[in-house]
């Protein structure tokens, strides 16, 4: 797979102009595209009343080999990064407790998770409550203004951000493309597929609840 980046489109542009653009770009005939799909989908808004869409493209093509000796040196077309997640090779050396996990944030959760899918069985101690217990509580705080010091908007399964709109959008730097795994994992737990590729993604205003029930 080759990867284009930064290839710019109008706002507007049909769809088939994302191909088009494809061909143009790495100058290949149309039968030698065999598929594009879209890695990554942003903004550039700098310029005002000039808003175009920027799109980064894995693209399947004849003669893989051909395309990237034609563009040595191009800095935008590239071989397809691996960004598929390999897991750490563990095994608990025999009598070792199981793993403990304090917290069930979205910290606490994906190390739990990323435990237990190495086999480790890890056990999560968490101060709050069940995230659908929780939200209960949180809406008495919201609504009727009663507060459960244990089980609130901060404290309980899911952590502080789990009545946000989950706004997924990262500046650390991710050579290992670790992100990519974690939004492979919401998504398998419900989030929009459309995570894995819009610049700024959110998973939506109370959709988290569900997540985290399906994660656990
Ligand atoms: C209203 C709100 C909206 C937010 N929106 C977003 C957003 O859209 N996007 C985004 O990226 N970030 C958002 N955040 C920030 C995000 O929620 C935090 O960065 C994130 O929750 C931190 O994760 P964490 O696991 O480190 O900690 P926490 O989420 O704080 O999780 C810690 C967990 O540990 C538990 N705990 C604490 N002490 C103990 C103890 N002694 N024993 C057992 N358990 C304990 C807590 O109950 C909690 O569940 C938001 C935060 C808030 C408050």
Known sequence: MIRITELRLPLDHPEEALRE???????????????????????????????????????????????????????????????????????????????????????????????????????????????KARTVDTFALWRKSVLTPESNVQFGEGGAGTFSDGKLYSGVSDPRHLGRHVLEEFVRAGAPEEILTISKPHIGTFRLVTMVMFIR
């Open 21 to 131: 653009a494809v061909l143009a770009r790495l100058n290949i005939p149309a039968e030698d595209l065999k598929s594009l799909h879209v890695a990554r989908r942003g903004y550039d808004a700098r310029k005002r009343g000039h808003i175009v869409l920027v799109y980064n493209v894995d693209c399947d093509v004849a003669d893989e080999a051909a395309v990237l000796a034609a563009h040595e040196g191009d800095q935008h077309v590239r071989p397809t990064p691996d960004t598929t997640y390999h897991p750490p090779e563990a095994t608990l050396p025999e009598g070792m407790p199981r793993p403990v996990v304090i917290g069930a944030g979205p910290c606490g959760i994906m190390a739990a998770l990323t435990l237990a899918q190495a086999g480790l069985k890890p056990i999560i101690i968490e101060r709050g409550k069940d995230v």
